[in-house]
């Protein structure tokens, strides 16, 4: 089960983008999975861990982060952290 926010704002809703399909949600999640070829539990693990190592190199994750970040107005670093943030207290779980 999942918490219940977007990744980078933090809004509480895992599936409303906020009017902005580049905002972080589980279908970014999602899709990044089926990119990946991994189940999502794996690919939040992946990120989070990318996240933690400060290695978010992978194109893809990177073009994520960006498209994040100029989505809700802030800085990729601030995308990044909310993000790390927010899969840390989900995966905990």
């Given at each position: 089960m999942s918490i219940y926010m977007c990744y980078n704002c933090?809004?509480?809703?895992?599936?409303?983008d906020m009017?902005?399909?580049d905002?972080?949600?589980?279908?970014?999640?999602?899709h990044l999975s089926a990119h990946w070829k991994k189940p999502?539990?794996?690919?939040k693990?992946?990120?989070?861990?990318?996240?933690?190592?400060?290695k978010t190199n992978d194109s893809y994750?990177?073009?994520m982060f960006e498209k994040a970040a100029k989505a809700w107005g802030?800085?990729?670093d601030d995308a990044k952290k909310h993000t790390y943030q927010l899969l840390k207290n989900e995966l905990k779980k």
């Open positions: 933090g809004c509480y809703n895992p599936r409303y009017g902005n399909s905002n972080i949600t589980e279908e970014t999640f999602e999502l539990q794996k690919t693990l992946t990120v989070f861990q990318m996240l933690q190592d400060n994750l990177k073009e802030q800085s990729v």
